[in-house]
């Protein structure tokens, strides 16, 4: 009877954890993605305004 009270607030602390940490470094790559998607679509559009002033 003890054991269920120590392990059961235990695996909600494991369980809240790994989906914190799942979640973050997803979050994390999502936000990597579309800062570096943003980074190359203004790289792209400046060298078609460059090609464009030629």
Known sequence: M????IISPLWA???LVLCGTIFGSCTVA??????????E???NQKE????DSR
Request: net charge positive.
């Open 41 to 43: 679509r203004r790289k």
């Open 13 to 15: 602390v494991v369980t």
């Open 30 to 39: 999502l936000i990597c993605t579309i800062y570096h998607g943003l980074k």
């Open 48 to 51: 078609q305004i460059d090609d």
């Open 2 to 5: 003890l054991n269920e009270y």
